[in-house]
């Protein structure tokens, strides 16, 4: 009786602990959600727990003009840096993929494969749909909200 009850405890606190991840000034998040929209089009993102994430989300809502980088991705200055405090010196981006790029300051949305950069940091990944987003020509303009 004593060994299912010690189990019983271990597995509670387990999923307790893996439930209750994060822990900041803003409250306590494990995973969360933004709205891009651009125009009549709304995606969904998942952002990572980061501290560079963090601060991006802190931003929220934030409008940003963005524009087409070498036909790869879409791009937008940001109002302040981002801490990269605990981030990897680079990353490989994937389609999809939200990063911050600190030597530049600036959010970038992939759309097309790309390699790794030195100095990108993964924010999060866009749900589904960013063809929608890569096929937009010209500059735009697309409002970032926290979904609460």
Do not use: H
């Amino acid at each position: 009786m004593k060994k299912i009850l010690f189990f019983s405890l271990i597995f509670v606190t387990f999923y307790a602990m893996t439930a209750y991840s994060g822990n900041n000034e803003a409250g306590e998040i494990s995973k969360m959600k933004i709205r891009i929209k651009v125009g009549e089009t709304v995606l969904t993102a998942t952002m990572l727990n980061t501290e560079t994430s963090r601060d991006f989300i802190a931003l929220l809502p934030l409008t940003l003009r963005m524009k087409d980088y070498s036909g790869t991705e879409k791009i937008s200055d940001l109002p302040q840096k981002l801490s990269t405090k605990n981030a990897p010196s680079g990353c490989d981006p994937l389609v999809g993929d939200i990063t911050y790029y600190s030597p530049w300051g600036n959010l970038a949305i992939f759309y097309k494969d790309f390699g790794y950069s030195k100095g990108l940091v993964k924010l999060g990944s866009i749900d589904g749909g960013i063809e929608q987003l890569g096929s937009i020509k010209g500059d735009f303009e697309a409002v970032f909200e926290s979904i609460e």
